[in-house]
Nanobody
Framework: RLVESGGGLVQPGGSLRLSCAAS????????IGWFRQAPGKEREGVSC????????HYADSVKGRFTISRDNAKNTVYLQMSKLGPEDTAVYYC?????????????????WGQGTQVTVSS
């Protein structure tokens, strides 16, 4: 099971850190992805991280602003988001499929958390 947290309302230019906590398994052995979906828009793969943190990927829309990381001791993956704009408003989900890698063309999608809302507005 995956549980996201850390969403909320933030002003443009601000920052948020999303957390994806795992229960029932150790996510250090698994690739973890972050997706987002805004109203009326297609779901978008935002970032993913493979095991050993060797492989990470960022969508062009967030590259240079978002950073994915994991804390194995806390069994949690983070998505640090900065320089947020209204276009980042969406529900953010973390995912896994218990594989070890991810890439631009492959994000884990088998297991999803419940999502956390991020709203960027003044």
């Amino acid at each position: 099971r995956l549980v996201e947290s850390g969403g909320g309302l933030v002003q443009p230019g601000g920052s948020l850190r999303l957390s994806c906590a795992a229960s029932g398994f150790y996510l250090e052995h698994d690739a973890i992805g972050w997706f987002r979906q805004a109203p009326g828009k297609e779901r978008e793969g935002v970032s993913c991280i493979g095991t050993g943190d060797i492989i990470t990927h960022y969508a062009d829309s967030v590259k240079g602003r978002f950073t994915i990381s994991r804390d194995n001791a806390k069994n949690t993956v983070y998505l640090q988001m900065s320089k947020l704009g209204p276009e980042d408003t969406a529900v953010y989900y973390c995912t896994t499929d218990f594989s070890t890698t991810c890439s631009e063309t492959y994000y884990p999608t088998t297991t999803w958390g419940q999502g956390t809302q991020v709203t960027v507005s003044s």
